[in-house]
């Protein structure tokens, strides 16, 4: 059973960012979509490709101010990115099992640890 793990350094914007960017208009929202997943795309590129995995990530924030079900809002862009970097095919139950979140902080180094763990078909 294969397993790789990738960090993205800092912060993924929060729910509350996304809808404030929204109600912009669709163009500040599809720039801060394109920007972070293609940020994700860049940080897992070396992968190699998987068939079926389950995810683990792990947010560790700067401080304990955002809800956690704000925060795991960017679990989006963290699953667009896989597919545009091409680590799997897709971002659908075929290719998703499990995704489970665990949150801790770090004051001086927010960030956020992806393990990726092949899983059965």
């Known amino acids: ?19 404030d960017e929204a109600k912009r208009g669709w163009q500040p929202y599809s720039r801060l979509k394109e920007v972070n997943t293609d940020r994700v795309a860049w940080t897992c590129k070396k992968l190699k490709p998987f068939n079926k995995i389950d995810v683990d990530i792990e947010w560790i924030c700067k401080e304990k101010r955002k809800d956690k079900d704000n925060v795991m809002v960017g679990t989006k862009f963290i699953l667009d990115g896989l597919v545009k970097a091409k680590v799997i095919k897709n971002d659908g139950w075929k290719e998703i099992g499990e995704i489970r979140h665990s949150f801790y902080t770090d004051k001086e180094s927010p960030h956020i640890n992806v393990i990726l763990t092949e899983v059965g078909k």
């Open 1 to 19: 059973m294969r397993s790789e793990k990738f960090t993205i350094s800092g912060e993924l914007p929060d729910l509350n960012t996304i809808i």
